[in-house]
């Protein structure tokens, strides 16, 4: 007898098999929904995908719906779902595990946006090189949406609370169904030629069919080509145009677009007041710093003044007056000091005695005075001989015939002039003077 199996592992082992498929595991199916049903604790979605003929059953997870389902799914709906197939063990079938869905004839209009979208990006519309800067206080705004719609109603609304000082132009467009993407470029044109601020173009969220006006190639160039910065804010936050990817600044919404067009006045004018307490500040710095400086120039100034310098040389002539004094008195008192320790002494010998030993000492001094006087040396005929200009003769070699002399006695003197001159060794010839 062959090897037998439990129902768990046949069930296995299909399990491996549908999961080494390549094809089972990312798969498209087209059919009808039937017996659809949201589980509302788990918010999984269950259905059944048929045909003439065949069906399989399907899930969607509640992780999966965030970005593989835009609308809500009905019975009689005719659908493309991608997903992969696989075998739910407990039950021993198989069933299709939805990664998206998306209404039947939905697929050629992606491919349709995919390939313009590649096409335009490989030209360099989408480039960050190439968007314009949107003004951070405009004056004048245009939009290109529906004259009519929720969208204008909510800009304006918006405009008025932001900033009531920004003229709002409107250029009612078509932007859904045939011709709208027409209306749509024409808008950008005209609104264009106005000299504005910024553009705003967009409406409110729809199927990508409503969205596709603004994935026309036409409404890409027309964005490219305009001078003036705009801002794109079509369909919902998750909603993604063509028109969002040439545009130069994407917005969610076209609420979100006009809010990030129009800058706050309250927000504006508190900027302003910072500013202006930022200037504040640093003129009262820069004028704290150049007192300071002017304080510091005054006082050198003052202190190289004529006027400073003649105050210091009073104050140090005052000084000097001071320690003048004090040193007299301190002379003085050390005199009288002395002069009473002298008077003491002197008290203290008998006057007789005081006089003689100062008499002697009188007589000794005068008579060394006598002998150093020069007068005492010409009281033996001895003379001193000087020229007229007073200079000295010391020998004959001093003088000359004709030069006038004066000669010095004890008792007085007279002038003469030399007639002859006779050195030593002619003594015997004799001479005369005047």
């Known amino acids: 007898m062959g090897t037998i199996y439990s129902v768990s592992q046949i069930n296995m082992y299909i399990k491996n098999m549908f999961a080494n498929d390549c094809l089972l595991r990312n798969v498209q199916i087209k ?18 995908l048929k045909e003439a003929g065949s ?7 509640a992780s999966a719906k965030k970005d593989g389902l835009d609308f ?49 990006y490989e030209e360099g519309l989408f480039d960050f090189e190439n968007k314009k800067d949107i003004p951070k206080y405009p004056k004048k705004v245009g939009i ?7 969208a204008i109603q909510d800009i304006r609304k918006i405009s008025r609370e932001r900033n009531p000082y920004v003229q709002l132009y409107l250029y009612p467009a078509k932007v859904q169904g045939e011709g709208a993407a027409e209306t749509i470029v024409k808008g950008i044109e005209t609104l264009d030629g106005l000299g504005l601020d910024t553009i705003i173009i967009g409406r409110g969220g729809g199927s990508i069919e409503d969205l596709w006006a603004f994935n026309e190639e036409i409404v ?24 969002d990817y040439a545009a130069d600044l994407r917005a969610a919404t076209p609420s979100d677009a006009i809010a990030q067009a129009i800058p706050e006045a309250a927000a504006i004018m508190g900027r302003l007041e910072q500013y202006e307490a930022g200037m504040k500040q640093v003129i009262n710095r820069k004028l704290v710093m150049a007192g300071q400086r002017l304080s510091m120039l005054s006082a050198r100034l003052d202190s190289r003044s004529p006027q400073a310098r003649l105050n210091n040389q009073k104050i140090y002539l005052d000084s000097l007056q001071d320690k003048l004094h004090q040193g007299m008195e301190g002379k003085m008192t050390e005199i009288r000091h002395q002069f009473v320790l002298l008077s003491s002494k002197l008290r203290g010998l008998r006057p ?15 008579a060394r005075l006598h002998a150093l006087s ?12 000087e020229q007229e200009d007073g200079s000295v003769i010391q020998s004959v070699k ?37």
């Open 31 to 48: 059919g009808e929904l039937s017996n659809v049903k949201y589980h509302r604790p788990s918010g999984h979605i269950y259905f059944t």
């Open 55 to 61: 069906m399989i059953s399907g899930v969607m997870f």
């Open 72 to 120: 809500t799914l009905e019975d009689g709906q005719s659908v493309i779902i991608s997903g992969n197939v696989a075998v739910y063990e407990r039950d021993g079938k198989y069933q299709i595990y939805a990664r998206s869905i998306q209404k039947e004839g939905l697929g050629h209009l992606y491919e349709a946006y995919e390939r313009l979208k590649q096409k335009l």
């Open 144 to 150: 290109v949406t529906a004259g009519t719609s929720a």
């Open 220 to 243: 890409a160039r027309a964005i490219y080509r305009a001078r003036t910065p705009i801002i794109s804010g079509t369909g919902h936050q998750s909603d993604t145009t063509i028109a």
């Open 352 to 366: 007789s005695v005081r006089f003689e030993r100062t008499k002697h000492r009188y007589e000794l001094l005068l």
């Open 374 to 385: 020069p007068t005492a040396k010409l009281s033996g005929g001895f003379g001193y001989i």
């Open 398 to 434: 001093d003088v000359k015939e004709k030069d006038t002399f004066r000669v010095t006695l004890h008792d007085g003197s007279f002038t003469g002039k030399v007639t002859e001159i006779r050195e030593k060794k002619e003594a015997e010839h004799g001479g005369s003077t005047e």
